[in-house]
């Protein structure tokens, strides 16, 4: 029941994951479990869950749930622990907190180095994670820091294919656009578009706010026409997947 209800949060699929969510929590509040690291999986995952769909309320009291009981449990050091962390910076920042966001981050990111994990494609997400919070800060230098090293990382473990890579070199070029980087920018946005179409994920959010990211790009080179296919190309995309007024 909690591999199916974990497996639907993860793979996007909310129908499935609400039936095994209903048959998890009548199974856990029997009470005989309460106390186990599956249910604290249980309530992570649950805040995970309701983070993705956008309900923080919810998703903070199941997250700090799992944190009392983890805690409670002397499961500090445990890498379900340090994952819950990273859930938490995530959370923080998605309500504007990003001190206590940047503080969760860098525990969870300690706390792998204190298990002999910096080479590890987890790692690699903590590493990404800081450097969110440093851009939304303004420390832009800091910021691709932890972004070359994510990136470095998810190289050197084949991921070049993935979502979060493609993610973490749009993160790198709107970065460098920032910092003024115009060409450097651009070569990180191209090398995430080839990598998104080829990967068939060009009707994604991801790959709408690119190609938003490359016409502001082209925009503030006086390139208009290129700006405004891009973004004719994104707001398609959003008009697709009915966000346009969300």
């Given at each position: 029941v909690?591999?199916?209800?974990?497996?639907?949060?993860?793979?996007?699929?909310y129908?499935?994951?609400?039936?095994f969510f209903?048959?998890?929590?009548?199974?856990?509040s029997a009470?005989?479990?309460q106390?186990?690291?599956?249910y604290?999986?249980?309530?992570r995952?649950?805040?995970?869950?309701?983070l993705s769909?956008?309900?923080?309320?919810?998703a903070l009291?199941?997250?700090?749930?799992?944190?009392?009981?983890?805690?409670?449990?002397?499961?500090q050091?445990?890498m379900a622990?340090?994952?819950?962390?990273?859930?938490?910076?995530?959370?923080?920042s998605?309500n504007?907190d990003n001190t206590a966001?940047?503080?969760?981050?860098?525990?969870?990111k300690?706390?792998?180095?204190k298990?002999?994990?910096?080479?590890?494609?987890i790692?690699?997400?903590?590493?990404?994670?800081?450097g969110?919070?440093?851009?939304n800060?303004?420390r832009?230098?800091?910021?691709?820091?932890?972004?070359?090293?994510?990136?470095?990382?998810?190289?050197?473990?084949?991921?070049?294919?993935?979502?979060?890579y493609l993610?973490?070199?749009?993160?790198?070029?709107?970065?460098y656009?920032?910092?003024?980087?115009?060409?450097?920018?651009m070569d990180?946005?191209t090398?995430?578009?080839?990598?998104?179409e080829k990967c068939?994920l060009d009707?994604?959010?991801?790959y709408?706010?690119?190609?938003?990211?490359?016409?502001l790009?082209h925009h503030?080179?006086?390139?208009?026409?290129?700006?405004?296919?891009?973004?004719?190309?994104?707001k398609?995309?959003?008009?697709k997947?009915?966000?346009?007024?969300?």
């Amino acid at each position: 029941v909690l591999s199916g209800y974990i497996s639907g949060v993860i793979l996007n699929r909310y129908d499935e994951a609400i039936v095994f969510f209903g048959k998890a929590e009548k199974l856990f509040s029997a009470g005989k479990l309460q106390n186990s690291p599956r249910y604290f999986s249980f309530l992570r995952i649950t805040g995970i869950f309701y983070l993705s769909r956008g309900d923080l309320k919810s998703a903070l009291e199941y997250l700090m749930k799992a944190k009392e009981k983890t805690e409670k449990n002397g499961m500090q050091e445990s890498m379900a622990y340090l994952l819950l962390l990273d859930n938490m910076g995530t959370l923080s920042s998605r309500n504007g907190d990003n001190t206590a966001a940047l503080s969760y981050h860098m525990k969870s990111k300690e706390g792998y180095e204190k298990l002999g994990m910096k080479d590890t494609r987890i790692y690699s997400g903590v590493l990404n994670n800081i450097g969110i919070i440093y851009e939304n800060t303004g420390r832009l230098g800091d910021a691709l820091s932890y972004y070359l090293k994510s990136k470095d990382l998810d190289e050197k473990h084949g991921l070049r294919g993935t979502r979060d890579y493609l993610g973490s070199l749009q993160n790198i070029g709107h970065v460098y656009s920032m910092l003024g980087n115009d060409k450097k920018a651009m070569d990180e946005y191209t090398a995430s578009q080839k990598g998104y179409e080829k990967c068939n994920l060009d009707n994604t959010v991801e790959y709408s706010n690119l190609m938003m990211n490359i016409a502001l790009l082209h925009h503030s080179q006086k390139r208009y026409d290129d700006a405004d296919k891009f973004y004719l190309k994104s707001k398609k995309i959003f008009e697709k997947l009915n966000l346009m007024n969300s």
